[in-house]
């Protein structure tokens, strides 16, 4: 699996300017305590996009990767990073939903 390729970067909050997030907030005392490593870039959500078609892709597709995070300072919520990704096919999002038994599952009705 090829690394990451960031090709975005917004370390400060385009609002007023502060590099502290929440999720740096939220994962401060799991860093101080080892659960987490020291410089683990964090996030507190992240959209997927593939690039390719998945029907068209042998193995891996190539996505771009947003990750979002809140200021601190002022709630906005903010892009903190963009990277290329190369993602197993399986992994996509599957645009028609869910497979069939996925919702509903539980005690198949007999008529
Ligand atoms: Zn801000």
Redesign the pocket.
Known sequence: MQEPKTIAEFPK??????EETISQLATAPLKASGKIAQGTFTLLRQQVVPLEQPLLAAITVSCVVTLFDI?A????E?CTLAQLIQAPVQMQPNPRGNGPGMFGGGIPSRQ
């Open positions: 909050c385009s609002v007023c300017g502060s200021c300072k002022c709630g906005t903010r």
